[in-house]
């Protein structure tokens, strides 16, 4: 009797058996179907810039940051030993952010762009009449330009920081393991993404924002509008950036955090841009501002431009602290292979202002340690570290010495 209910219920227990090794067949199957990987190169970080090699029909290796935030690709300096040859059909005029004139640029089309085995073509490549970004001067690395969305059209990207690596994906849709996923929304072949923000006064804002890589920041936001981010009260004033117009200058301050989807920033610090400097841009294009590069390498992601997905997971550099240019010095390196660093500009009221230091002054020591050591990248996290002790910095003004002490407590 009992060897008879016994082998009764095996009838079950092995249907179950079966289902279970389906379901694991099923769930296997599915998480293998993802597209193939047909290209994969590395990158350099330059600051918080993604640096790619890249050549345009049969020119030499070129250094061009990767920038959501343009459409094509655009070359602002060439070396002596760089070569290239395009054929140009027209000058344009180019509008962007920045309170200054129109940027004039030669236009050439049908090129094709090669990024390892990856060839783009008929892209239209654009060069500046004048060299206004001086991107070598600005990061001390060699940088001839930009590349813009273009390089997005054909494949899916993957951005991986903790790699250093760029992965092309065949157009097939898929998404990847462990990551989320905000929908983007594409106008003039830029791309948007819906996030949230809590301001200081406890409201909770849904802002659209533009992925910029090529903005070296964390984020900005407008202040045109009824319905902006709201200024905080504690702010200082500054250089954010460098636009195709120009100077963008503005209030750099605390708000209580971002969210990308589940994923809250704290207390990040951001920008608010003068209104002159960005007026143009709001005007033809609605949306409350911008994602830069200094917060989305604390991710890694894929971009899906055909899905109009953007996938995102935290990498090692989510928790890094948020930081600004306490000092107020703007700087840049005279010549990417010899390390003579100078004073480009003040911030206006900034401690390196009270301290007495000027444009055109060369930096030769801080604190006691020769600058001849250390990228300019290297200085620069000094200028944004807080301190309750001065920071001493030995100038070199008309052949004089000039030694100042500069107050580095945080002001926001």
């Given at each position: 009797?009992?060897?008879?209910?016994?082998?009764?219920?095996?009838?079950?227990?092995?249907?179950?058996?079966?289902?279970?090794?389906?379901?694991?067949?099923?769930?296997?199957?599915?998480?293998?179907?993802?597209?193939?990987?047909?290209?994969?190169?590395?990158?350099?970080?330059?600051?918080?810039?993604?640096?790619?090699?890249?050549?345009?029909?049969?020119?030499?290796?070129?250094?061009?940051?990767?920038?959501?935030g343009?459409?094509?690709?655009?070359i602002?300096?060439?070396?002596?030993?760089?070569?290239?040859?395009?054929?140009?059909?027209?000058?344009?005029?180019?509008m962007?952010?920045?309170?200054?004139?129109?940027?004039?640029?030669?236009?050439?089309?049908?090129?094709?762009?090669?990024?390892?085995?990856?060839k783009?073509p008929?892209?239209?490549?654009?060069?500046?009449?004048?060299?206004?970004?001086?991107?070598?001067?600005?990061?001390?690395?060699?940088?001839?330009?930009?590349?813009?969305?273009?390089?997005?059209?054909?494949?899916?990207?993957?951005?991986?920081?903790?790699?250093k690596?760029?992965?092309?994906?065949?157009?097939?849709?898929?998404?990847?393991k462990?990551?989320?996923?905000?929908?983007?929304?594409?106008?003039?072949?830029?791309?948007?993404?819906?996030?949230?923000?809590?301001?200081?006064?406890?409201t909770?804002?849904?802002v659209?924002?533009?992925?910029?890589?090529?903005?070296?920041?964390?984020?900005?936001?407008?202040?045109?509008?009824?319905?902006?981010?709201?200024?905080?009260?504690?702010?200082?004033?500054?250089?954010?950036?460098?636009?195709?117009?120009?100077?963008?200058?503005?209030?750099?301050?605390?708000?209580?955090?971002?969210?990308?989807?589940?994923?809250?920033?704290?207390?990040?610090?951001?920008?608010?841009?003068?209104?002159?400097?960005?007026?143009?841009?709001?005007?033809?294009?609605?949306?409350?501002?911008?994602?830069g590069?200094?917060?989305?390498?604390?991710?890694?992601?894929?971009?899906?431009?055909?899905?109009k997905?953007?996938?995102?997971?935290?990498?090692?550099?989510?928790?890094?602290?948020f930081?600004?240019?306490?000092?107020?010095?703007?700087?840049?390196?005279?010549?990417?292979?010899?390390?003579?660093?100078?004073?480009?500009?003040?911030?206006?009221?900034?401690?390196?202002?009270?301290?007495?230091?000027?444009?055109?002054?060369?930096?030769?020591?801080?604190?006691?340690?020769?600058?001849?050591?250390m990228?300019?990248?290297?200085?620069?996290?000094v200028?944004?570290?807080?301190?309750n002790?001065?920071?001493?910095?030995?100038?070199?003004?008309?052949?004089?010495?000039?030694?100042?002490?500069?107050?580095?407590?945080?002001?926001?």
């Amino acid at each position: 009797m009992n060897n008879q209910q016994n082998k009764g219920n095996l009838v079950p227990l092995q249907g179950l058996k079966v289902l279970l090794f389906f379901l694991l067949i099923i769930s296997y199957l599915s998480a293998e179907i993802k597209p193939r990987k047909v290209e994969s190169i590395p990158f350099e970080v330059v600051g918080s810039y993604i640096v790619i090699t890249t050549k345009i029909n049969d020119s030499s290796p070129l250094k061009l940051i990767l920038d959501t935030g343009i459409r094509n690709t655009m070359i602002t300096e060439l070396q002596p030993d760089d070569h290239i040859s395009l054929n140009y059909s027209d000058v344009k005029d180019l509008m962007g952010l920045g309170a200054g004139k129109d940027l004039e640029a030669f236009s050439s089309n049908y090129n094709t762009l090669k990024i390892g085995k990856i060839k783009l073509p008929n892209k239209t490549v654009y060069v500046l009449q004048n060299n206004i970004f001086n991107l070598s001067k600005h990061s001390g690395s060699k940088i001839n330009g930009l590349i813009g969305v273009d390089f997005f059209l054909d494949h899916t990207i993957e951005i991986n920081y903790s790699t250093k690596r760029i992965n092309f994906y065949e157009q097939t849709p898929f998404d990847p393991k462990g990551y989320s996923f905000l929908p983007i929304t594409i106008e003039g072949q830029k791309l948007f993404v819906d996030l949230s923000v809590l301001e200081a006064d406890s409201t909770r804002k849904n802002v659209k924002m533009l992925i910029d890589t090529g903005a070296e920041l964390n984020a900005w936001f407008q202040t045109i509008t009824n319905n902006s981010v709201k200024l905080p009260s504690k702010w200082v004033q500054g250089t954010i950036g460098e636009g195709l117009n120009g100077i963008i200058t503005g209030k750099f301050a605390h708000i209580p955090e971002i969210s990308f989807g589940d994923y809250k920033l704290k207390t990040p610090i951001v920008s608010f841009p003068d209104s002159s400097t960005i007026k143009g841009i709001i005007t033809d294009v609605k949306r409350d501002g911008t994602i830069g590069s200094q917060l989305l390498n604390r991710f890694n992601i894929f971009i899906d431009f055909t899905q109009k997905k953007f996938y995102f997971k935290p990498n090692e550099n989510f928790k890094r602290r948020f930081t600004y240019n306490i000092a107020g010095i703007e700087i840049i390196q005279i010549t990417p292979s010899f390390p003579i660093i100078e004073v480009m500009a003040v911030w206006e009221n900034s401690p390196a202002e009270k301290a007495g230091v000027l444009p055109g002054d060369g930096i030769s020591e801080i604190n006691g340690n020769s600058v001849f050591s250390m990228s300019l990248g290297e200085v620069r996290k000094v200028f944004e570290t807080p301190s309750n002790m001065p920071l001493k910095i030995s100038l070199k003004r008309n052949e004089k010495d000039i030694y100042v002490s500069i107050d580095m407590k945080e002001k926001i």
